[in-house]
């Protein structure tokens, strides 16, 4: 049995790999068999102390878009992560709570369900703990969870809302925080409307030529899939590609104040926090030099609703970031060795963009602001 194969039988969605042998069947020799396979992706993985239920993702819908989960009741989780802004905030580095201005870009959080962890850097282990990170973080929501929790009792809706749901006399912000993580785990991709996977189910036209000549390279000349490999196209491991600094971090001093903010409360050696001039990324974890600008590798599904790209917005055109990687990636003493030139010609670019826009939906899923429940005042 061949090697490729061999890892096939490892992975669960038999069907869907042996068709993956075959349309791989371009690939260099050195990476046959050795990543997770593309493919559709799995149903969405749900924790045991979280089930879904129609009624919690619909409570879950009202609580993301309620700004009143945040300090000053302005910010909700849509401000930053908008339906119509691909569930991100559209610019190159995020907005902040009023009076500040994130130094990273808003990530999607389109198929943010698959991943083990969350945030550019992977601080953050289940969407349940990253939700009360982002509503209480300083520069995200700003919220006291105390404050939030109250307010949350005031809304008569949502006391019976949550009752329903969870059968507690009033609303805990714990389980809010469970409400928005099941409405995530809502907020992915339908293999139906994605050409690449309709192409991996069988559907041999779902992918023009050039598409499928872009998956070659892929997997092949273009190396994409040593990091961007399995169902995700991402393998969750954290790498520094070069990804050149954003001149819209340098001008502001808003940003400076909040990567500053996040050297002292991530506890940066004092020597380091006095430079504070990029990001660190994984460095922020493990104090390690070695991690210093590594970032976990995004997925690349639904990217043609998702830019800007890159931790801090670096790239606004695909076109861009495929540039960037034909010339080896950007200047860093960290940069991994995977990171080589490529030398593509025009023509495997328009391949491999070909390919990356096979990826996502034909239409962005869109989800309309709910109507929110008014506060009452009570006896
Ligand atoms: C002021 C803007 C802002 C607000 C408000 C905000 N976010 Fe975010 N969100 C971001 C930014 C910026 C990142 C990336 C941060 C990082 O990597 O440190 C992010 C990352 C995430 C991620 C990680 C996605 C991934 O691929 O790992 C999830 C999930 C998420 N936010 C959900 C939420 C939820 C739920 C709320 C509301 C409780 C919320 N966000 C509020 C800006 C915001
Ligand atoms: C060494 C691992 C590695 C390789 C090889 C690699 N990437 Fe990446 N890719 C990453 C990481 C890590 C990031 C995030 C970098 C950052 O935020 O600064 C990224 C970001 C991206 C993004 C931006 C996604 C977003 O949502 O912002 C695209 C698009 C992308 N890569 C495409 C490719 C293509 C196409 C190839 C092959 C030519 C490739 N990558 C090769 C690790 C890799």
């Known amino acids: 049995m061949n090697a490729r194969i061999k890892n096939c039988f490892l992975g669960s969605v038999m069907a869907v790999c042996f068709i993956a042998v075959l349309v791989t069947g371009g690939a260099s020799a050195a990476q046959e068999g050795k990543f997770p396979p593309l493919g559709p992706l799995p149903p969405v993985p749900v924790p045991a102390d979280n089930p879904m239920s129609p009624a919690k993702v619909e409570l879950g819908k009202l609580l993301f878009f309620d700004a009143r989960l945040s300090g000053d ?60 990170s982002a509503a209480t973080g300083n520069v995200a929501g700003n919220g006291d969870t105390m404050m939030m929790e109250e307010r949350l ?17 009033w609303p805990t912000i714990d389980d809010a925080w469970r409400a928005i993580s099941a409405f995530e ?14 192409f991996m189910k069988g559907e041999e036209k779902a992918l023009s030529d050039s598409a499928k000549r872009g998956l070659a390279l892929f997997q092949g000349k273009a190396g994409c899939v040593q990091c961007h490999n399995g169902a995700l196209l991402s393998d969750e491991d954290y790498h520094n590609v070069g990804t050149p600094r954003n001149p819209a971090f340098e001008e502001d001093p808003l940003r400076q104040i909040t990567l500053r903010f996040q050297h002292v409360i991530r506890g940066v050696p004092e020597s380091v926090y006095r430079k504070a001039d990029r990001d660190l990324g994984l460095f922020y974890t493990t104090k390690r030099d070695a991690d210093r600008g590594r970032f976990r590798t995004p997925s690349l599904r639904e990217l043609k609703y998702t830019a800007p790209y890159m931790h801090n917005g670096a790239f ?3 076109e861009e970031v495929i540039d960037f990687y034909d010339e080896g990636g950007g200047e860093d003493a960290n940069k991994s060795p995977l990171i080589k030139k490529l030398g593509l010609s025009d023509e495997e ?5 070909a390919f990356l826009e096979s990826l996502s939906s034909d239409k962005p899923l869109l989800v309309r602001p709910p109507e929110l429940p008014p506060y009452a005042a009570m006896p």
């Open 349 to 353: 670019k328009e391949d491999l963009l």
């Open 316 to 318: 606004f055109e695909l």
């Open 185 to 198: 785990r809502t907020v992915v991709s339908n293999a139906k409307d994605v050409p690449f996977d309709r």
């Open 153 to 169: 009792r005031q809304i008569p809706e949502y006391v019976k809302r949550f009752q329903a749901v969870f059968g507690t006399p």
């Open 73 to 132: 009741a302005s910010t909700s989780c849509a401000s930053c992560h908008s339906p119509e802004a691909g569930w991100g905030d559209g610019g190159d580095l995020s907005r902040g709570y009023p009076g500040t201005q994130h130094w990273r870009n808003s990530q999607t959080i389109l198929n943010s369900a698959y991943y083990a962890k969350l945030f550019w850097a992977g601080e953050s282990t289940s969407l349940e703990d990253q939700a009360k």
